[in-house]
């Protein structure tokens, strides 16, 4: 079955440092991966799509590396804020070109910056 | 603001009443998606509208439906509710297949 999996235990980081989080992902072909940020209580902020015949997307201090290979993209925050602690989700949308259109969502990895 | 508008923000009900939410996309975009969110299994695709017609269901049950109006906001409908269905139901609008989405702040609703 198709999984997508995201380290469920929180990830403490020192601010100032790089946050890396993982998104792996098993029996999809996906045309493009997508990463959120979602705060408690309220819906998901897009930040991020990259595209499957692209490596690496760069926003601000953000960037988003895919490898199709490995089955994997990497999510990295760099000189991390106490404000960027939340929870990122990685979403995917197959490209079978047809069937559910809608994205599916890894369950999340919540992120702390400790000052 | 996100642009995306759903009514009502909470919601309490009882076991077996039928609910509607709403969602009003971000001006200029087609597609329409409802997501469910609980602690336990994370967000859930529920289905898509594009501009008025269904165009993917996900893990949607039968006891909800939703549609898509010519002005494009959209309604979910949920009935025979059960307390396992309490939980967070997002809408989400998108102006294409490979864009982001942007999604409206929820609905609590609360099964009692």
């Known amino acids: 079955s198709q999984k997508i999996e995201q380290n469920s235990e929180a990830l403490n980081i020192q601010e100032g440092k790089t946050a890396t989080l993982t998104c792996n992902y098993t029996?999809?072909?996906?045309?493009?991966l997508q990463w959120y940020r979602q705060d408690p209580g309220r819906g998901p902020v897009f930040l991020l799509l990259?595209?499957?015949?692209?490596k690496e997307k760069r926003k601000e201090r953000l960037k988003v590396t895919f490898d199709t290979t490995l089955k994997q993209s990497l999510f990295h925050i760099t000189a991390s804020q106490p404000a960027d602690s939340a929870t990122y989700l990685c979403?995917?949308?197959?490209?079978?070109?047809?069937?559910?259109?809608?994205?599916?969502f890894g369950k999340g990895t919540h992120l702390i910056i400790q000052p | 603001d996100s642009g995306v508008t759903q009514t009502p923000k909470h919601l309490i009900t009882a076991t077996g009443q039928r609910v509607t939410l709403r969602c009003s996309p971000r001006?200029?975009?087609?597609?329409v998606y409802w997501y469910q969110q609980s602690l336990d299994q994370g967000l859930q695709f529920l289905i898509q509208y594009y501009n008025g017609e269904e165009r993917a269901k996900g893990n949607i049950l039968e006891r909800f439906s939703a549609q898509q109006f010519p002005d494009l906001h959209s309604e979910l409908n949920l009935s025979s509710l059960e307390l396992g269905d309490s939980a967070l139901y997002f809408c989400?609008?998108?102006?294409?297949?490979?864009?982001?989405?942007?999604f409206g702040s929820g609905t609590r609703l609360t099964v009692v």
């Open positions: 989400a609008s998108s102006e294409g297949n490979k864009r982001g989405y942007t």
């Open positions: 979403a995917l949308r197959g490209n079978s070109g047809g069937g559910a259109d809608g994205l599916t």
């Open positions: 001006s200029g975009d087609l597609s």
């Open positions: 029996n999809y072909s996906p045309a493009y």
């Open positions: 990259i595209r499957e015949n692209e």
